[in-house]
């Protein structure tokens, strides 16, 4: 059974830094890509970073674009996301999220990316930007 499992969400105040951790289990294949989504109560979920494990190539919104970072360690089977500069409107929950079948990082990432494309999804991190 695949499972995605999210940790390191808290409190900081605006300009602090945080990093999010994501690790997978009951895989049986390497998946194509994984992404970080993020959401804010009212809102729908965007689509934030996005990491593709066949070459390595990382995506991000133009809303964390130099501030946020995506990486993985395979051999921890656990997937990243430093945040730093954070500012309020950073505030949301964050989950990371993948697929069985390939997707295109440049889609998760944007807004058009239906929120509930992906199959598999973790129960999320909250993070909460102090002003």
């Known amino acids: 059974q695949v499972q995605l499992v999210e940790s390191g969400g808290g409190l900081v105040q605006s300009g602090g830094s945080l990093r999010l951790s994501c690790v997978t289990s009951?895989?049986?294949?390497?998946?194509?890509?994984i992404a970080w989504f993020r959401q804010v109560p009212g809102k729908q979920r965007e689509g934030i970073s996005c990491l593709s494990v066949g070459d390595e190539k990382t995506y991000y919104a133009n809303s964390v674009e130099g501030r946020f970072a995506i990486s993985r360690d395979a051999a921890k089977n656990t997937v990243y996301l430093q945040m730093n500069d954070l500012m309020p409107e950073d505030t949301g929950t964050y989950y990371c999220?993948?697929?069985?079948?390939?997707?295109?990082?440049?889609?998760?990432?944007?807004?058009?990316?239906?929120?509930?494309?992906?199959?598999?999804w973790g129960v999320g991190t909250p993070v909460t930007v102090s002003s």
């Open positions: 009951g895989f049986t294949y390497d998946y194509y890509a």
């Open positions: 999220a993948t697929d069985s079948s390939p997707f295109p990082c440049q889609i998760a990432v944007s807004p058009a990316m239906h929120p509930n494309a992906l199959a598999y």
